[in-house]
């Protein structure tokens, strides 16, 4: 398989690291010279520093022979040119990256039309992320998988000596739970029940919603859950904008503050029902006067990540029900485990969940990174015909790095063990470190598939 990103930078990178694991012979283009230099020395990759809307490119890559074809650029314009251009000399599948508001309702019109097989939005899908995670009852940041039924949280242990010393076979805590993964110093740790939890650790946690729901009640050190009725954003750019525009049509208040006077010129004008402040939102006093500790939920979503951060974890500080932060480089990974902000949203790792199960079909029901993108979480229907269908858990002689947290059978959802035999129809929620996505993936593949490679490799030796 062959896959061409145009414009390496924090998605772009992102996106090659994560086909590289699933097997993809990955080629990079971007016309910044350092940025192709640092793509090189980072990862296996083939890398070009061009323009990739120049023909002569293009034709040089053969770009007929790429299966998919994925344009990133900061140039949305660009990026669906070239996604266009791409599939009508012969690539299999285009997925194009486009930001501007003012495209948003007209995506499937230019999807359609121009031959492009997806069109995505990642501040907009960003937003309806943050969004789902404001109206939820948790405190607890959470991801949901087969409709609802299995929900995965974080849980930072930060110093509490209930859980900091022990071992996770002796804490009660987790019952009905499963930890399927740790992060410890920005390093995913995929534990057994012998684990001793350390300071600042954050676990990964999978379970029925009744029971995530209990564990959040009872840990995430909220007396009281509440509902979210007014929200405080910080930065009207695209990722304001668009939350603003999700909050309103749910009847939340919504505050926005912003420096740049046309930005709040142009949110007045297209969501009037909000409220638009233009001023420094970084100061302290500015948000005393708009007394920000009546509001139920702050949103730091401005283009800086270190402002973002800091400023979420003032108002944490301060009381507010919920703090989060949205973000777009994996610079402060390491450290995010430490800060008390309850949830951290990275623009780049949501987008690339987001292709990623775009690229790898029916057979996928949804992804997501977790832990820093360390981790990957994914929603199986297991079919007739695939390696799991009709053998015990037992028996796939699975990775150390691979854990099947959940399973689906019509209404009935359980965790499943050892003697587990999967069925059709069933649907499998699996856990992977990113070094095992791809035997985590082959589970999944027909067993015929196997022979055909089998049958191939021996025809070509016979010739």
Do not use: W
Request: charged share 25%; proline share 1%; net charge negative.
């Amino acid at each position: 398989m062959k896959a061409l990103i145009v414009g390496a930078g924090k998605l772009g990178f992102k996106l090659a690291g994560s086909l590289l694991t699933e097997g993809y012979e990955i080629y990079v283009v971007d016309n910044n010279e350092d940025v192709i230099e640092n793509v090189s020395n980072v990862l296996d990759v083939f890398t070009v520093c061009a323009n990739a809307l120049d023909f002569g490119v293009l034709k040089e890559l053969d770009i007929s022979t790429f299966d998919v074809v994925i344009s990133t650029t900061t140039n949305d314009e660009a990026n669906v040119i070239l996604c266009s251009i791409s599939k009508k000399l012969g690539a299999k599948y285009s997925i194009a990256r486009v930001r501007d508001p003012e495209y948003r309702r007209y995506l499937d019109f230019m999807s359609s039309e121009l031959e492009i097989d997806k069109i995505i939005n990642p501040d907009y899908t960003t937003a309806k992320v943050i969004d789902k995670y404001l109206l939820k009852k948790y405190q607890l940041y959470a991801d949901e998988l087969a409709g609802g039924k299995v929900k995965l949280v974080e849980f930072n242990i930060a110093q509490d000596l209930e859980f900091v010393g022990r071992k996770l076979i002796d804490l009660s805590a987790f019952k009905g739970l499963l930890v399927a993964a740790i992060s410890r110093e920005g390093r995913a740790i995929v534990p057994n029940g012998m684990t001793e939890l350390k300071n600042d650790d954050v676990i990964l946690l999978a379970g029925t919603a009744e029971d995530i729901e209990k564990f959040d009640r009872n840990y995430s050190g909220i007396n009281k859950v509440k509902n979210v009725r007014k929200v405080m954003i910080l930065g009207g750019g695209k990722v304001g904008f668009y939350l603003a525009s999700l909050l309103i049509n749910e009847g939340i208040e919504v505050t926005v503050i912003e420096i740049n006077k046309n930005k709040c010129l142009n949110i007045k004008e297209k969501l009037p029902a909000v409220e638009v402040i233009n001023g420094d939102g970084t100061d302290i006093n500015l948000l005393e006067e708009e007394m920000f500790h009546t509001f139920d939920a702050y949103v730091a979503a401005t283009g800086i990540d270190e402002a973002n951060l800091l400023m979420s974890l003032v108002v944490k500080r301060a009381g507010l029900y919920k703090s989060v932060a949205k973000i777009s480089r994996t610079n402060y990974d390491g450290i995010i485990d430490k800060l008390n902000i309850d949830a951290v949203f990275n623009t780049s790792y949501i987008t690339a969940s987001e292709i990623l199960k775009v690229i790898r079909g029916s057979d996928t029901q949804a992804v997501s990174l977790l832990l820093n993108g360390q981790v990957e979480c994914n929603e199986f229907i297991v079919k007739k015909g695939q390696i799991v269908c009709g053998k015990a858990l037992k028996d796939l002689d699975l990775p150390s790095g691979v854990l099947f947290i959940a399973v689906i059978r019509g209404d009935e959802t359980y965790v499943p063990n050892g003697l587990t035999v999967l069925k059709e129809g069933d649907r499998a929620v699996v856990f992977a470190t990113k070094k095992e996505v791809n035997a985590m993936r082959k589970l999944f593949r027909h067993e015929s598939f196997f022979q055909d490679v089998v049958d191939i490799i021996r025809g070509n030796n016979e010739n």
